[in-house]
Structure formats: structure tokens, C-alpha cells
């Protein structure tokens, strides 16, 4: 029998209220739920001109950004990159990130590999300087 693991995306818990984000943010950490072993990935959605307040990064994991609708900027250290939807980018894990979303607001899948689990993210909080 094949080896493979399905989850509705809808059926995982928000974890947005959890960090404090709610309602301006929704994550969805889908790791557990799919049994991933060597990466992570998450879904979020972000309202219109949301920003978070952090910018944070990795101790090892480093992750990709796939903005699929909407519109975003990502502060990458101090870069900002300008995403329309199908766009991706790749942070290593030492560089520091935070996203905005556009005026439609904003929606990702996140892709983070090794899978290291909670206790790898680094943040610091008012990141955003402007």
C-alpha cells in the first residue's frame, strides 16, 4: 500500500489568535497533520494591508514563500521584494523577514525544510522601521 498523508487545509487549526494575530493574520502550521519528516509547511492569509509587527528568522530552517493570490511585500533584511501572486522566494535561515500584504490582502503556502519544530524561530518584535 502506498505511504502518503492528507489534510483539508481548513481542518487545522488557525494558530493566528494563538500568536496574538488575530484577526489581521490566519496560519495554518500543516507539519503535524501530514506526518512531514524533514520539512515544514504552512498556509496563512493575511488581510488587506495587514503587517506584522515582528520580523523573525531561523536558528537551521530555512523557507520558501509562495504568494498564490493577492498582493505582498517581504522585508528581507533590510530589502523589500514586491510579490504578485505565483511568485516565490527563498529565505535562509539567518535572514531576517517579515511580510505586508497589499491592499487585496495576501495569501501564501510556506515551505521550511529541515523540519525542526517549534524553538528554531528567532523574532524581534517593531521590526519594521519606516
Not at 509562495?66 to 511568485?87: F, N, Q, R, Y
Not at 505586508?100 to 517549534?118: K, L, Q, R, S
Amino acid at each position: 500500500m502506498a505511504d502518503y498523508s492528507v489534510v483539508k487545509v481548513s481542518d487545522v487549526e488557525d494558530q493566528g489568535p494563538n500568536m496574538g494575530h488575530a484577526p489581521g493574520m490566519e496560519i495554518r502550521f500543516l507539519r503535524n497533520d501530514l506526518g512531514c519528516e524533514n520539512c515544514g509547511v504552512s498556509y496563512m492569509r493575511l488581510q488587506p494591508n495587514y503587517r506584522q509587527t515582528y520580523g523573525h528568522k531561523h536558528k537551521v530552517q530555512e523557507e520558501i514563500y509562495l504568494l498564490i493570490s493577492g498582493s505582498a511585500h517581504l522585508k528581507a533584511d533590510d530589502e523589500i521584494v514586491e510579490l504578485e501572486p505565483w511568485t516565490a522566494v527563498r529565505t535562509p535561515n539567518d535572514t531576517m523577514r517579515s511580510i505586508e500584504a497589499g491592499p487585496e490582502g495576501a495569501e501564501f503556502v510556506i515551505v521550511g525544510a529541515p523540519n525542526t519544530g517549534p524553538g528554531d524561530g528567532v523574532t524581534e518584535q517593531n521590526w519594521w522601521n519606516d
